[in-house]
């Protein structure tokens, strides 16, 4: 199955790299938050990630990366790693079909790891300097690997996605992206809701609350977890 995990990301990946040799419009960014605290109780976390979109008349392409760690007096409390590709193509402005994949693992959720990989359709209602709000709908294919005892669950899965995102003043935005993959065997949601002000051209600070929630979690573990951080984002195509 970890062959499958590789061979899914990297055709994803391949695929994006092979779009990227006609540039037309890039769009990106890397964020960072740390924290360490020490004397009573020693504790560290980090958060980070890294987001790259590339768009042409044709063709639109995503890939991000994001990492979480923590710890409380050298014993590990988080460490989460998610990958996240897409590609699709364009009808006109507003419609496109894509293909994608999300790997996840996570220490601490009960899963070993969660590979999805889908096809579905996309509609931009507005995408422009000041507003965003983009939809998509799909089909795909979830394996989920326990991790007590590696057994898997797998089977198809209705997937979700909605974007969106608004500038109230020059400086500061709102954006709030909403996750859904629905199975039988379990249904995950995530939610990323963040206030950022710019601080300079290309740099900003960024308040974001994340939720994930499994309605079937593994035994012994909570169904929702949440992360509340204070980022660093650098927007390299400035």
Known sequence: MKKVILIAALTSTGTFANFAQAETK???SGLLGFSATSGNSDTESLNAGLAVKRESDKWVSDLSLDLLRASTDDIDTA???TINTKTGYKFDENDYIYYGTRW?????SGFDYT?????GWGHKFFDNEKDRLITEVGVGYKTEAIDIDRTENNGA???GKLDYMHHFTDTFKLEDVLVIEAGDDNTFIQNDLGLSFAVSEAFAVKLAHQIRH??????GFRSTDTLVSANLVY????
């Open 79 to 81: 460490e989460r790693y």
């Open 115 to 119: 590979i999805t990989t889908g096809v």
């Open 104 to 108: 996840d693992k996570d220490k601490f």
């Open 235 to 238: 927007d390299f195509f400035k």
């Open 157 to 159: 899965v209705l997937l």
């Open 26 to 28: 890039w769009s990106g």
């Open 214 to 219: 499994n309605t079937d979690a593994p035994a």
